[in-house]
């Protein structure tokens, strides 16, 4: 790995391991997600859920 490409992922690596970073970046790319949660909790409704299984999906 050369230098400049460490550099960058010591970059990356900082900034998506802070959570206030990540979701700021996640908000200006992708909004408020208002309709994913929206299908997310319609989808619950109709199949009567009582739990989700959520891996490595976010900060919380």
Do not use: A
């Amino acid at each position: 790995m050369k230098f400049k490409d460490f550099k960058n992922y010591i970059f990356l690596h900082t900034f998506v391991n802070k959570p206030i970073y990540f979701n700021s970046l996640r908000y200006l790319v992708t909004g408020s997600q208002k309709s994913l949660k929206d299908f997310v909790r319609n989808t619950l409704k109709t199949y009567h859920c009582r739990s989700v299984l959520d891996i490595c999906c976010g900060t919380g």
